[in-house]
């Protein structure tokens, strides 16, 4: 472990892009986390970042997590919450929320039988968010889906994504291109469609190649190094600039995300030259 922060260490940078911050989906080190909670939160210092997405304490209770956040200087800005809580038990999802001192919610999937996502589906969802957001909002708290690729299925004109978004009152959007690109979806058209209903983001690219589908799924390895595969991400961080949004976070599901991370850092800070 010392081995990985010390070569992490020379890619030490703190990226603020323009009014945003670039932060980290923790789930980026899930694999991590199981057997070194404080060596992982060591690697996301050596990075340089101190804005996180996540949700969980691994196994402290939430002042032991807290106090190693702090005593890095870090924060959870976002937690990740379960559909069925959203729907359920909104309560628990806001309690959670005000415990990490979050401004977001986001889900990240709606549960379906196989691969059968229609309007009926669509239209439920977007009941609960709706209903969740507004509960959410009174508290203090926004509250954004972030569609995971089935819900670019055609509806009408356009698509069911469409049909969430138009309809949308009391939540907005994680966009993550990854997702959106695979889905069939076009990441910066959707930035420029809705431009006020994309509150964060998710940076994610993926290895040219790869054939996209709506089931959602795809093998994790798929995740590159930002740059270099097949997402127009030059277009989609310059239109988060443009758009304002507060938080773009790196998630890297790959079995090399403690190489390439340090590696989409740089990238992205050779945007700004």
Same mark, same amino acid.
């Given at each position: 472990?010392?081995?990985?922060?010390?070569?992490?260490?020379?890619?030490?940078?703190?990226?603020?892009?323009?009014?945003?911050?670039?932060? @980290? =989906?923790?789930?980026? !080190? #899930?694999?991590?986390?199981?057997?070194?909670?404080?060596?992982?939160?060591?690697?996301?210092?050596?990075?340089?970042?101190?804005?996180?997405?996540?949700?969980?304490?691994?196994?402290?209770?939430?002042?032991?997590?807290?106090?190693?956040?702090?005593? #890095?200087?870090?924060?959870?800005?976002?937690?990740?919450?379960?559909?069925?809580?959203?729907?359920?038990?909104?309560?628990?999802?806001?309690?959670?929320? *005000?415990?990490?001192?979050? *401004?977001?919610?986001?889900?990240?999937?709606?549960?379906?039988?196989?691969?059968?996502?229609?309007?009926?589906?669509?239209?439920?969802?977007?009941? /609960?968010?709706?209903?969740?957001?507004?509960? !959410?909002?009174?508290?203090?708290?926004?509250?954004?889906?972030?569609? +995971?690729?089935?819900?670019? #299925?055609?509806?009408?004109?356009?698509? !069911?994504?469409?049909?969430?978004?138009?309809?949308?009152?009391?939540?907005?959007?994680? @966009? $993550?291109?990854?997702?959106?690109?695979?889905?069939?979806?076009?990441?910066?058209? !959707?930035?420029? &469609?809705?431009?006020? &209903?994309?509150? @964060?983001? +998710?940076? %994610?690219?993926? %290895? +040219?190649? /790869?054939?996209?589908?709506?089931?959602?799924?795809? $093998?994790?390895?798929?995740?590159?190094? @930002?740059?270099?595969?097949?997402?127009?991400?030059?277009?989609? /961080?310059?239109?988060?600039?443009?758009?304002?949004?507060?938080?773009?976070?790196?998630?890297?599901?790959?079995? #090399?995300?403690?190489?390439? /991370?340090? =590696?989409?850092? $740089?990238?992205? *800070?050779?945007?700004?030259?």
């Amino acid at each position: 472990m010392k081995r990985i922060i010390a070569i992490a260490l020379f890619t030490l940078i703190t990226i603020p892009v323009s009014a945003q911050e670039v932060g @980290l =989906q923790l789930y980026s !080190l #899930r694999n991590q986390f199981k057997t070194d909670v404080t060596g992982s939160l060591d690697i996301i210092q050596s990075w340089g970042i101190t804005k996180l997405e996540g949700g969980g304490t691994y196994g402290m209770s939430m002042e032991e997590f807290q106090k190693e956040l702090t005593s #890095r200087e870090m924060s959870v800005v976002s937690v990740g919450a379960g559909f069925e809580d959203l729907e359920n038990n909104p309560q628990k999802v806001i309690d959670n929320a *005000k415990a990490f001192g979050a *401004k977001y919610v986001m889900c990240a999937w709606v549960p379906h039988d196989d691969n059968k996502w229609d309007l009926e589906e669509t239209q439920h969802a977007t009941e /609960v968010f709706n209903k969740a957001g507004q509960l !959410l909002k009174e508290n203090g708290l926004t509250l954004a889906y972030h569609a +995971h690729g089935y819900e670019f #299925r055609p509806y009408q004109d356009g698509t !069911l994504f469409d049909y969430m978004a138009e309809n949308a009152t009391d939540f907005t959007f994680e @966009l $993550d291109v990854f997702w959106a690109h695979h889905g069939g979806g076009d990441p910066l058209a !959707l930035m420029k &469609k809705y431009p006020k &209903k994309m509150t @964060l983001m +998710h940076l %994610k690219d993926m %290895k +040219h190649g /790869v054939e996209g589908n709506n089931t959602g799924h795809e $093998d994790v390895e798929t995740n590159v190094v @930002l740059g270099t595969g097949q997402v127009d991400m030059v277009g989609v /961080v310059a239109e988060a600039k443009k758009l304002g949004i507060e938080y773009m976070f790196i998630e890297d599901e790959s079995s #090399r995300v403690v190489e390439q /991370v340090p =590696q989409s850092l $740089d990238w992205l *800070k050779s945007l700004d030259k």
